[in-house]
C-alpha cells in the first residue's frame, strides 16, 4: 500500500530580519501561509531505504544520502530506533531554489509520512527537534499551516485565520534559482522594526520582505515582476516570497487571479506560474 503527502509550498506573507545570531543564523520574524499545491512525496514499504525523483523540476537533483528527505528519513529512523525501510518518491513540481519551502517542504512531507508509515506517535517531541536540526524552515513545513515563526524561524504560534482560507494565490517564478546563503549576505544588516501582531493579513499589509532588497540586487527580475503584480486588479498583497525568487499575489476573488494570471504569462510565456489558493 502506497501513502502519499503533499509538500506544500511555503509563502512567507512578510519576512522581518533583526538581527544576525551568533551561530550564523538570523533573528527573523515571519508570517508563514502554505498553498494548496506542491510538491508530491509517496512511500512503498521497503526493507531498505531509498529515494527516487521525478517530475518537471527534477534534472539536477541528486537522490542520494545527502537529500534533505532521506536525511529526515535516516534521522527518524535513527531517533526511534528503527530497523525497517522505505521506498520514497519525490515527484519535483515547484522550481528549485525558489523561496517557497522547497527541500524543507519535502523534507517535512516525507517526516509526515515515514510518522504513520512507522506508527510513531506524532506528539513526541524528538520530532521536533529532528525538523529544527535539518533546517529554518522545516519546523514550519511541518505543520504547514498558518503561524507566526521566530527566532530562527522555529519558534512557533499557530493562527487561526480565517480570512485567509482559500484566498486565491499566484505564483511566479522567472526561472532563476537563487540559493539563499548569498540573498542573506546581501542583508544591510539594518533592523527595520517588529512585524505587528493582529490578524495575519493586516500584519502582512503593514510589514515586509527585508530579503527583497538583496534578492533583487541578484535577480533584477525579481523588482520587475513585483512591482507589475502590484498593478493587477483585485490583489490584495503582493511581495516575494522567503529569499526568492519567487514572487506572490493573493487576490480578492478567483476570477481576478485568472485575469492577473493571464497578463502574466502575457507578459513572461517562459515563467514558471501556479494559480492555486491558500489552504
Not at 514558471?272 to 489558493?277: F, P, V
Request: net charge negative; glycine share 10%; charged share 20%.
Amino acid at each position: 500500500m502506497m501513502l502519499r503527502e503533499t509538500a506544500w509550498a511555503k509563502i512567507n506573507l512578510a519576512l522581518h530580519v533583526r538581527r544576525r545570531l551568533a551561530d550564523g543564523y538570523h533573528d527573523i520574524e515571519s508570517l508563514f501561509a502554505f498553498a494548496r499545491d506542491g510538491d508530491a512525496v509517496s512511500l512503498a514499504p521497503s526493507g531498505d531505504l531509498t529515494l527516487a525523483i521525478e517530475g518537471p523540476f527534477a534534472a539536477g537533483l541528486d537522490a542520494g544520502p545527502d537529500n534533505l528527505v532521506l536525511r529526515a528519513a535516516e534521522a527518524l529512523r535513527g531517533a526511534f530506533g528503527i530497523s525497517d525501510g522505505a521506498a520514497l518518491r519525490l515527484v519535483k513540481n515547484l522550481p528549485v531554489a525558489a523561496g517557497i519551502g522547497g527541500g524543507s517542504a519535502d523534507a517535512a512531507a516525507a517526516l509526515r509520512l515515514l510518522i504513520r508509515h512507522w506508527r510513531i506517535d506524532p506528539r513526541d517531541l524528538r520530532i521536533a527537534a529532528i525538523a529544527s536540526a535539518l533546517g529554518a524552515d522545516v519546523p514550519a513545513c511541518l505543520e504547514s499551516r498558518t503561524l507566526r515563526g521566530e527566532g530562527r524561524g522555529d519558534a512557533m504560534a499557530m493562527l487561526d485565520e480565517p480570512e485567509l482560507a482559500e484566498m486565491p494565490l499566484l505564483l511566479v517564478n522567472p526561472k532563476i534559482a537563487l540559493a539563499t546563503g548569498p540573498v542573506f549576505a546581501g542583508w544591510d544588516g539594518v533592523d527595520r522594526g517588529p512585524l505587528d501582531g493582529g490578524p495575519a493579513l493586516a500584519a502582512a499589509l503593514a510589514g515586509r520582505n527585508d530579503l527583497e532588497p538583496p534578492a533583487a540586487a541578484l535577480v533584477p527580475e525579481i523588482a520587475t515582476l513585483v512591482d507589475a503584480l502590484q498593478a493587477l486588479e483585485g490583489v490584495r498583497l503582493a511581495r516575494m516570497s522567503g529569499s526568492g525568487a519567487t514572487c506572490f499575489a493573493l487576490f480578492s476573488d478567483a476570477a481576478a487571479r485568472a485575469r492577473g494570471t493571464c497578463v502574466i504569462r502575457m507578459r513572461w510565456p517562459s515563467y514558471w506560474c501556479l494559480e492555486t489558493a491558500l489552504k
